[in-house]
């Protein structure tokens, strides 16, 4: 019971890790305009996010999301088995 309490937690707490990341991160998309104008977002800040602001946003939400999917797999996986 305690082990469903505690993944009950987890995910509850990286859901809303991964709405925040999610709502923080800029749009990759620039719109129509600039697929039609042939406009690029290529630059040297674009070139180098890893260290930036967006990069460690990209990779919370990447490790967010894996952690949230092996919970709810852990969670499902102990509601049809006894631990």
Same mark, same amino acid.
């Given at each position: 019971?305690?082990?469903?309490?505690?993944?009950?937690?987890?995910?509850?707490?990286? *859901?809303?890790?991964?709405? #925040?990341?999610? +709502?923080?991160?800029?749009?990759?998309?620039?719109?129509?305009? &600039?697929? !039609?104008?042939?406009?690029?977002?290529?630059?040297?800040?674009?070139?180098?996010?890893?260290? *930036?602001?967006?990069?460690? #946003?990209?990779? +919370?939400?990447?490790?967010?999301?894996?952690?949230?999917?092996? &919970?709810? !797999?852990?969670?499902?996986?102990?509601?049809?088995?006894?631990?």
């Amino acid at each position: 019971m305690v082990f469903y309490l505690i993944l009950t937690i987890i995910i509850t707490i990286i *859901s809303i890790a991964l709405i #925040l990341a999610i +709502i923080f991160q800029e749009s990759k998309s620039y719109g129509l305009s &600039a697929s !039609i104008s042939g406009g690029s977002a290529n630059s040297y800040w674009s070139g180098s996010k890893s260290k *930036s602001k967006q990069g460690k #946003l990209v990779r +919370i939400t990447t490790i967010a999301a894996i952690i949230f999917f092996i &919970a709810a !797999i852990l969670l499902n996986v102990g509601l049809f088995t006894k631990f």
